[in-house]
T-cell receptor
């Protein structure tokens, strides 16, 4: 059983489109995260949710909107995609923000 | 302000040689420290963590790290590396208000 899963694994789309990435965890964790990893492997946290409530919202464009329908899911919706949004997006979860995170396999987004 | 600095972007070593990947952090509040490994085209997975207690922590795959509060460091070590250790390694800290990852160190193993 996959602990943290993301769909799709690859996403190729054109500038200006709107897309969503889905994330699900079956670990029973209370906290979930979205990260962006650029081409130089730099990893930056975007959002963190705890029990469906937003607790970290780093400086990201408001074109990015996280949505948590329940504790096990945290989806990422991106409006008006730009070339600079091309990256690998990782979802993660943890029991608590103090503890280790479990990462999904990543979604490689390519905007053309 | 809190920060994590990984001093080496790339570390090449020969197989079976020892390795140390350096990590320094800055924080005015107490933090938890982690090392994660990312194999090619995969997500990150935890190698080891320091929450409190003994400053020498042991992780998976023969890795260990030492928390040094006076030097604000959390260096990762392995006495003998294997080809399968080729990966990107990330140091990270978490506190009450922040989660910060270092810029990563690419460990490449030469046969």
């Amino acid at each position: 059983d996959t602990a943290v899963s993301q769909t799709p694994k690859y996403l190729v789309t054109q500038m200006g489109n709107d897309k969503s990435i889905k994330c699900e965890q079956n670990l029973g964790h209370d906290t979930m995260y979205w990260y962006k990893q650029d081409s130089k492997k730099f990893l930056k946290i975007m959002f963190s949710y705890n029990n469906k409530e937003l607790i970290i919202n780093e400086t990201v464009p408001n074109r990015f909107s996280p949505k948590s329908p329940d504790k096990a899911h945290l989806n990422l919706h991106i409006n008006s995609l730009e070339l600079g949004d091309s990256a690998v997006y990782f979802c993660a979860s943890s029991q608590d923000r103090r503890y280790e995170q479990y990462f999904g396999p990543g979604t490689r987004l390519t905007v053309t | 302000a809190q920060s994590v600095t990984q001093l080496d972007s790339q570390v090449p070593v020969f197989e079976e040689a020892p390795v140390e990947l350096r990590c320094n952090y800055s924080s005015s509040v107490s933090v938890y420290l982690f090392w994660y490994v990312q194999y090619p085209n995969q997500g990150l997975q935890l190698l080891l963590k320091y929450l409190s207690g003994s400053t020498l922590v042991k992780g998976i795959n023969g890795f260990e790290a030492e928390f040094n509060k006076s030097q604000t460091s959390f260096h990762l070590r392995k006495p003998s590396v294997h080809i399968s250790d080729t990966a990107e390694y990330f140091c990270a800290l978490s506190s009450a208000s922040k989660i910060i990852f270092g810029s990563g160190t690419r460990l490449s193993i030469r046969p």
